[in-house]
């Protein structure tokens, strides 16, 4: 029988990685919430949804939820106003008679672009601080992370 480690210390709450990452989170939410609204007038829930449209199209709404990291009632939310704005096209799913399939019109190309040249200058005011290598090495910590506590199913292939 494998012998357990001794339990260590318990770290301060303000050093802990969950803490550190929640603070992160929002503070890079709250930031990119402004940008979105302001260069490109869309609500981070929209923009998310924009660029998730983009990247992966077509989606469903429950792919689309869980791509750009919204529940399905906002997802679905955000894509109806880009879908009334003529950004996303809105077409029945073949797979599902009930479900629809999402993609760019050609007008929601353009600001798709917008916003993802948003999300690389976002990227790179919080990531600039390291090195290349450092960026890489935290990229494949991050997908080692992911795919531990990810479910097979919900796993997208890049």
């Known amino acids: 029988m494998p012998r357990r480690a001794?339990?260590?210390p318990a770290l301060p709450l303000d050093r802990t990685l969950t803490y550190r990452l929640h603070q992160l989170h929002k503070w890079s939410d709250r930031?990119?919430?402004?940008?979105?609204?302001?260069?490109?007038g869309l609500a981070l829930g929209e923009a998310r949804c924009?660029?998730?449209i983009g990247a992966f199209a077509p989606l469903?709404?429950?792919d689309l939820a869980?791509?750009?990291?919204?529940d399905k009632g906002q997802a679905s939310r955000a894509a109806?106003?880009?879908v009334d704005r003529g950004w996303v096209a809105k077409a029945s799913s073949e797979a599902d008679g009930r479900g629809v399939q999402l993609s760019l019109t050609p007008s929601g190309r353009p600001l798709h672009r917008r916003v993802m040249a948003l999300i690389e200058r976002r990227n790179q005011?919080?990531?600039g601080v390291l090195s290349v290598d450092e960026q890489a090495l935290l990229g494949d910590l991050f997908d080692r992370l992911l795919a531990a506590q990810m479910p097979q199913g919900r796993r997208r292939r890049a």
């Open 6 to 8: 001794a339990a260590t």
């Open 31 to 40: 930031v990119s919430a402004d940008t979105y609204a302001t260069e490109c």
């Open 50 to 52: 924009l660029a998730a």
């Open 60 to 62: 469903s709404v429950v």
């Open 66 to 70: 869980q791509l750009a990291n919204l």
């Open 80 to 82: 109806q106003v880009l």
């Open 125 to 127: 005011e919080i990531f």
